[in-house]
C-alpha cells in the first residue's frame, strides 16, 4: 500500500542515487514509459509544440546516461558531480484507489565541473504510478525558477 | 597595449590565405574593434516581422554591443531605433517583446514618442521655450537606422550609414531564407516562441566556423550521436520504424565521404553553406499530408524543387547560421571576446502539419539547448580552444583543408564538402569589413 510516506521517500532516494551518481538505479525508478521534462516557458502546457529545454523518454535518457561514462565523452573530463538539496516534498495526490500520485518539491540544485560550480533553482513535479507495489516515475517535470536565462552546459539531472 | 586600432594593415596581416592569428579570438582590443567596425558595417540580423504582428509590437536586440529597438508603427510599416531615450540614454524598452501601446515612454522623465520613432511629447514643455531644443538631435525623437531591409520577413540592419548595399552584400545566399520560407505551404514563417538560449565560453568566431566545420561531426559528436545510434540498435527489437530523435542524432556519425560528396558551396562576403547535393537532414521521414499541401499549393514540380533543396547549414556572415529544412535560425551573439550568447529560434510553417514543428523544436532541443548533448560536445571543444590558443608555441589557426593556391576571393562556388575553404571565406570577408571604414574615420578624426 502506497502512502504518503513511500512518495517523500521515494524522492529522497532519487536525489540520493543522483548525487552518488547510480544512473542505471536511477532510470530503474522510471515507468518504461516515463519522461523527464524540462520546460522553457512559465507554467507550460505542451512539451511537444512548445519548446523544451528536455523533454525525453526512457531511450534517450539511456544515451545520455551511458554518454557519461564514454570513453570519448570529452565534456565528461573531468566528470560533472551534483548535489540536490530538497525541501519536504509537498503531496499533490496521493489516491490508491485511483492510483494517482503525485509530487511537488522545492529544490536547489548544484552542478560542479573542474573548477566551476553552478547553482539553480526550481520546483520538481513527479507523477507516479504504481507497478506490483512499488512507484514508478510516469513523469518528472523541472521548472527551473529562471527557465528563461542563458546557461552554461547543464549535463546531469535535476 | 593598443596595437590595432585604425591600424586596417595590422588587422588584414592577422589574415592569412589559409591561415589565421589567434588574436582574431583571444584579443580583446580586436573584440572591440569588431563591435566598433564590423558589426556597424555588416548586415545584422535584428528580428522577424511576424514577432510584430500588430501596431506596437516591438522586439529589441543588439547589434554588436549596440542596444536596438523594431516597432510596428500604426501605419503597418517596421521601423529600428536605437534604443536609448534622446533625453539622457536610459533604454526605451528593456524587454525581449512586448506591445508598448500608441506610443514609447520613457520611464525617466516621460518623453513619449510615436510607434516611428518621432517624438510625441515632453512633460512641462515650456522649459526648453528659447533654449535651441528645436535644433537638437534629441527634437527628431528616437534616433533612427537608417538602413533596414526586410527581406521576407526576415529584418536586418545595416548601423554604417556607409557600406555594401542589403542586395551585393548577401546576393545569391538569400536562397536559403527563400527555401525556408517556401517550405510553407503558405510562403509564410511565424514566430510562436521564444529562443533556446546558451551561454558560451568562447569567442563567437568559433561558432560561426563550425557551422562548416564538416570534419568534426563523427569525432567530436562520438559520444552523443555515436551513443544514440549504438543504444537505438541495441534496444530497437523488432521495431521498423526509427524514433524521430534518433533519425535527428543519427546522421551526425555519417562518415567522411558523405560529407566529401555533398558539397559546400561558398558565396562573396563570407556567406556559404554545407549540404548541396544533400545533406544529414535529407532522409526524415516523410510527414503525413505536407506533400500534398506543397503540391497543391506550388504544383508538382515546384513542390519536389522546394523539399528536395535539403541545405545543411548556411553562415549568413558575420553572425547567424539558418537551416531551412528544419526551420531554425542560429544568432551568434559576441558578448565579449570570450564570451558569446547563442539564442536559437525555430519558425512554424505556417500552413503545414504540426508534426513538422514537432521535429524542429526536438532538433532545437538536442542540438542547441544548454542541455544538448551535442551542444555539450562541441562547447567542450571552443572552451578548449579558448584556453589552448592562449599558448604561445603557435600563434596561428591552420585552416589549410583542401586550400588550393591563389584561390580566388568573393565568388561563388561549389567545392569538396570537406573543405575549410568557406571557413577562409569569412575571414577573407571579416578582414574587409573590419577594415573597409578605418582610412576614413583616420582622416576625419584629423
Ligand atoms: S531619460 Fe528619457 S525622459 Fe529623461
Ligand atoms: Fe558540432
Redesign the interface.
Known amino acids: 500500500m502506497i502512502d504518503e510516506k513511500a512518495i517523500t521517500d521515494f524522492i529522497y532516494l532519487e536525489a540520493e542515487l543522483l548525487d552518488t551518481m547510480q544512473w542505471q538505479a536511477w532510470l530503474d525508478l522510471f515507468h518504461p514509459e516515463g519522461r523527464y521534462w524540462?520546460p522553457?516557458?512559465w507554467q507550460q502546457q505542451d512539451p511537444?509544440?512548445?519548446?523544451?529545454?528536455?523533454?525525453e523518454?526512457l531511450?534517450?535518457l539511456?544515451?545520455?546516461v551511458?554518454?557519461l561514462a564514454?570513453e570519448?565523452?570529452?565534456?565528461q573530463k573531468p566528470k560533472s558531480r551534483c548535489h540536490h538539496l530538497l525541501q519536504a516534498p509537498r503531496i499533490v495526490a496521493c489516491d490508491p484507489a485511483a492510483g494517482v500520485y503525485k509530487a511537488r518539491t522545492s529544490y536547489i540544485y548544484t552542478e560542479t565541473r573542474g573548477d566551476l560550480l553552478e547553482r539553480y533553482s526550481g520546483w520538481a513535479s513527479h507523477e507516479f504510478v504504481e507497478v506490483g507495489d512499488a512507484l514508478k516515475i510516469k513523469l518528472k517535470r523541472v521548472d527551473l525558477v529562471n527557465f528563461?536565462?542563458?546557461?552554461?552546459?547543464?549535463?546531469l539531472f535535476m | 597595449m593598443a596595437k590595432y586600432g585604425q591600424n586596417a594593415d595590422a588587422i588584414a596581416a592577422l589574415v592569412r590565405e589559409a591561415e589565421v592569428h589567434r588574436d582574431v579570438y583571444v584579443d580583446p582590443e580586436i573584440f572591440e574593434l569588431e563591435m566598433e567596425h564590423l558589426f556597424p558595417n555588416s548586415w545584422i540580423y535584428v528580428g522577424h516581422a511576424s514577432q510584430l504582428g500588430k501596431p506596437g509590437d516591438f522586439i529589441t536586440a543588439n547589434i554588436g554591443r549596440q542596444p536596438v529597438l523594431a516597432s510596428r508603427h500604426t501605419d503597418g510599416s517596421i521601423h529600428v531605433f536605437y534604443n536609448r531615450c534622446p533625453h539622457k540614454g536610459v533604454k526605451i524598452a528593456s524587454e525581449p517583446c512586448g506591445n508598448t501601446g500608441k506610443f514609447f515612454r520613457c520611464p525617466y522623465h516621460a518623453w513619449s514618442f510615436k510607434t516611428d520613432g518621432s517624438l510625441l511629447a515632453i512633460p512641462l514643455k515650456k522649459g526648453y521655450e528659447g533654449t535651441g531644443f528645436g535644433d537638437t538631435q534629441a527634437n527628431e525623437g528616437l534616433s533612427k537606422v537608417r538602413n533596414v531591409v526586410i527581406y521576407r520577413d526576415f529584418i536586418f540592419a545595416r548601423l554604417s550609414d556607409d557600406g555594401v548595399s542589403f542586395e551585393d552584400y548577401f546576393g545569391e545566399s538569400l536562397s536559403t531564407i527563400d527555401n525556408m520560407v517556401d517550405r510553407s505551404p503558405e510562403g509564410k514563417l511565424a514566430v510562436q516562441?521564444?529562443p533556446?538560449?546558451?551561454?558560451?565560453?568562447c569567442n563567437w568566431k568559433m561558432l560561426v566556423e563550425n557551422q562548416t566545420d564538416t570534419c568534426h561531426p563523427m569525432v567530436?559528436h562520438?559520444?552523443?550521436a555515436?551513443?544514440?545510434v549504438?543504444?537505438?540498435k541495441r534496444?530497437q527489437g523488432s521495431s521498423t520504424e526509427t524514433?524521430m530523435?534518433v533519425q535527428l542524432?543519427g546522421p551526425f556519425m555519417s562518415p567522411y565521404e558523405f560529407y566529401e560528396q555533398s558539397g559546400i558551396r561558398i558565396w562573396p562576403n563570407g556567406h556559404g553553406h554545407t549540404g548541396v547535393a544533400n545533406s544529414i537532414h535529407s532522409n526524415y521521414s516523410d510527414i503525413e499530408g505536407y506533400l500534398g499541401q506543397m503540391v497543391a499549393a506550388y504544383g508538382e514540380e515546384r513542390a519536389h524543387e522546394i523539399l528536395g533543396e535539403v541545405r545543411h547549414n548556411t553562415v549568413y556572415f558575420p553572425n547567424i547560421m539558418v537551416k531551412g529544412a528544419v526551420q531554425i535560425l542560429r544568432n551568434f551573439i559576441p558578448i565579449a571576446v570570450d564570451k558569446t550568447?547563442?539564442?536559437s529560434w525555430?519558425y512554424r510553417l505556417v500552413g503545414a502539419p504540426?508534426k513538422l514543428?514537432?521535429r524542429a523544436?526536438m532538433y532545437?532541443?538536442f542540438i542547441n539547448?544548454?542541455?544538448s548533448?551535442v551542444?555539450?560536445?562541441d562547447?567542450?571543444?571552443y572552451e578548449?580552444a579558448q584556453e589552448g590558443l592562449k599558448s604561445n608555441g603557435n600563434h596561428w589557426v591552420n585552416l589549410r583543408r583542401l586550400y588550393e593556391s591563389h584561390e580566388e576571393q568573393d565568388v561563388t562556388a561549389v567545392i569538396n564538402g570537406t573543405s575549410e575553404r568557406q571557413m577562409r571565406n569569412q575571414f577573407h570577408a571579416w578582414a574587409k569589413f573590419m577594415t573597409m571604414d578605418m582610412d576614413k574615420r583616420a582622416e576625419a578624426a584629423e
Open positions: 524540462m522553457l516557458e511537444v509544440l512548445q519548446p523544451s529545454l528536455m523533454y523518454d531511450l534517450l539511456k544515451v545520455r551511458e554518454r564514454g570519448r565523452t570529452f565534456s528563461d536565462a542563458p546557461f552554461g552546459n547543464i549535463q | 516562441a521564444t533556446i538560449r546558451y551561454m558560451h565560453t567530436a562520438e559520444s552523443s555515436g551513443t544514440a549504438k543504444v537505438w534496444e524514433p530523435a542524432y550568447l547563442v539564442e525555430v504540426d514543428y514537432e523544436l532545437n532541443r539547448a544548454p542541455t548533448i551542444g555539450h560536445d562547447l567542450e571543444m578548449r
